[in-house]
């Protein structure tokens, strides 16, 4: 893992051209209608905006960022943070895995 692998392109929010979709895909949203919400905006072409993907990535970053921190100040010489079990070439000098609660 790089710091490279950290980086965070920012998406823009809506505009007033897209408002009937924004307000569409709303109205899907508080039905319930997931599946439906998302192929709408996918169907428009709507790009902007926040969607569940980016919550998603943001808190794989984070939990990158949690695992980085933890092995590069936390660990002791002889432990390893993962949530994954590790490799050998990984746990090469290592005596302990420790697996954070996800």
């Given amino acids: 893992m790089y710091i490279s692998d950290f980086s965070f392109k920012p998406h823009s929010?809506?505009?007033?051209?897209?408002?009937?979709?924004?307000?569409?895909?709303?109205?899907?949203?508080?039905?319930?209608?997931?599946?439906?919400?998302?192929?709408?905006?996918?169907?428009?072409?709507?790009?902007?905006?926040?969607?569940?993907?980016?919550?998603?990535?943001?808190?794989?970053?984070?939990?990158?960022?949690?695992i980085y921190i933890l092995n590069k100040f936390v660990a002791k010489p002889d432990e390893f943070y993962s949530y994954t079990e590790p490799t050998d070439e990984q746990m090469k000098g290592k005596k302990f895995w420790i697996q954070p609660y996800d």
């Fill in 13 to 66: 929010d809506m505009n007033a051209d897209n408002q009937d979709i924004v307000l569409e895909h709303g109205k899907k949203i508080k039905k319930h209608q997931y599946k439906e919400a998302v192929s709408f905006l996918e169907d428009n072409d709507y790009q902007d905006g926040f969607r569940a993907s980016l919550f998603n990535y943001i808190e794989d970053k984070m939990k990158k960022y949690q």
